[in-house]
């Protein structure tokens, strides 16, 4: 794939992205909100496009490395930051979502030698695509639901706080479904792949540990419905989104995931 062609899809993302940033900002406290919206889903259909076209050209899925991810996830938060805003009418997340997108697409900029790698044996399985993509949607939304976390114990305004939480809950339950269904894809392919379903690799490891996290606070949630304990439960989030964190990125910097079968060059 061409280098130059890379360059030029991310130049043009950046300066969509950082318009939309901007105008979102300035229009979070002002009545209309419109154009951030259309621009919002404008960023949507670029970014689907430009997978689409790399998919192509490339022919392969774009989910190699790291950085064909942080292409998926410019285009998920947005995604996720239009419906939110459409079901709830949360600005702030909006513009969080297109300022994320916009510092990812500006990591990959400086780093386009990300994109010429080829598939691995190990990744030419059916099971690829779908485990990734879960993945990726599980993370994004996971990740909301701990800016929302985030976003209420900053301002401490408790009039809306069972519908926040519920709003939290609504996005935890649909990115655990992501993630739970991520760890079968993901084990079935190492049974094709490697002939065992789990091998404690530091990578699933990691994503074991998250899910279970995440579990502990659906049953946190379950058992104490009200907000007496509101605190407690979004710090849950809050930890829980930065151990996500870890078994996304933080994993290939420890020595025992060097040796890890998820690494592939």
């Known amino acids: 794939m061409s280098k130059n062609f890379l360059e030029i899809i991310d130049i043009i993302g950046v300066a969509l992205f950082a318009i939309s940033f901007i105008i979102s900002f300035l229009q979070n406290k002002k009545k209309t909100f419109t154009l951030s919206i259309v621009l919002t889903w404008i ?33 998920f938060l947005p995604l996720l930051g239009g419906i939110t805003y459409s079901l709830w009418r949360y600005r702030w997340l909006v513009t969080y979502s297109l300022f994320m997108a916009l510092v990812f697409l500006c990591i990959n ?15 030419q399985s059916a099971w690829f695509v779908p485990h990734v993509i879960v993945y990726m949607l599980g993370y994004s939304l996971l990740a909301a639901s701990a800016i929302i976390s ?34 079968i894809f993901g084990a079935l392919w190492a049974k094709v792949a490697w002939g065992t379903y789990w091998a404690w690799d530091p990578k699933e490891t990691w994503a074991l540990i998250t899910w279970f996290i995440y579990l502990i606070y659906i049953h946190f949630r379950l058992s104490k419905p009200n907000t007496v304990n509101y605190k407690i439960a979004l710090y849950i989030l809050i930890f829980a989104f930065v151990v996500m964190l870890m078994a996304w990125m933080g994993i290939k910097f420890l020595p025992s995931a060097q040796s890890s079968i998820h690494v592939y060059g």
């Open 109 to 123: 900029l400086f780093k386009p030698e990300l994109f010429v790698k080829q598939l691995p044996p190990a990744l």
């Open 150 to 183: 985030v976003y209420q114990l900053v301002s401490g305004k408790k009039s809306e706080l069972s519908l926040i939480l519920k709003r939290a809950d609504t996005m935890v339950y649909s990115g655990f479904s992501m993630i739970s269904m991520g760890l």
């Open 43 to 75: 960023t949507v259909i670029y970014m689907g496009i430009i997978l689409i076209l790399i998919w192509i050209i490339a022919g392969r899925p774009p989910m190699r490395t790291v950085g064909e991810t942080r292409l998926w996830y410019a285009f």
